[in-house]
T-cell receptor, first 112, second 114 residues
């Protein structure tokens, strides 16, 4: 799996958009970008994933650069409940198994 | 979504003993994964468990220390054997029900070894 680099921590004001960056310069053509988050004392929660097109769901948007070497997770209107560690993971997506390798992630603190 | 129940949610154990953690899923799944999260650290994959076959262990984890059972498509157990304080961690079970990399995690089992 390709290695990812994320800032260790970020702050965001409540109600503002939170933009979490991730660098994955060694990503290969068949690798997807996944985002998970882990709220304190809970198991990780899937947020979104994508290959090369931008993706949006009810939780967030994922913007992947044209060269696919970096991506940004956007929480459009951050709330205090979005305070968590956010993990960017790059892995091959094929039928069957997924072995997600979690890095250190970005600790997002949403400030009132 | 998938509902995953883990038991026990937490336990305090003595050095040298063993503890079995159970993971129950509300639907049939092919792949189940066991992760460990040491204090203040990220998650590390221990092994992948398929029903009807031996679990596949990641580097640094061995079957004698972390035996895994997968008797059917909704249940798995992870045993932490001959525990030491270094085994104090949160152990998490996860499943990929949809086959697209969307893993669902249990709430974890917090183990403290004295």
């Amino acid at each position: 799996d390709a290695k990812t680099t994320q800032p260790p921590s970020m702050d965001c004001a409540e109600g503002r958009a939170a933009n979490l960056p991730c660098n994955h310069s060694t990503i290969s053509g068949n690798e997807y970008v996944y985002w998970y988050r882990q709220i304190h004392s809970q198991g990780p929660q899937y947020i979104i994933h994508g290959l090369k097109n931008n993706e949006t769901n009810e939780m967030a948007s994922l913007i992947i650069t044209e060269d696919r070497k970096s991506s940004t997770l956007i929480l459009p209107h951050a709330t205090l409940r979005d305070t968590a560690v956010y993990y960017c993971i790059v892995t091959f997506s094929g039928a069957g198994s997924y072995q997600l390798t979690f890095g250190k992630g970005t600790k997002l603190s949403v400030i009132p | 979504s998938a509902v995953i129940s883990q038991k026990p949610s937490r336990d305090i154990c003595q050095r040298g003993t063993s503890l079995t953690i159970q993971c129950q899923v509300d639907s049939q799944v092919t792949m189940m994964f066991w992760y460990r999260q040491q204090p203040g650290q990220s998650l590390t994959l221990i092994a992948t468990a398929n029903q009807g076959s031996e679990a596949t262990y990641e580097s640094g984890f061995v079957i004698d220390k972390f035996p895994i059972s997968r008797p059917n498509l909704t249940f798995s157990t992870l045993t932490v054997s001959n525990m030491s304080p270094e085994d104090s961690s949160i152990y998490l079970c996860s499943v990929d029900r949809g086959g697209i990399g969307e893993l669902f995690f249990g709430e974890g089992s917090r183990l403290t070894v004295l």
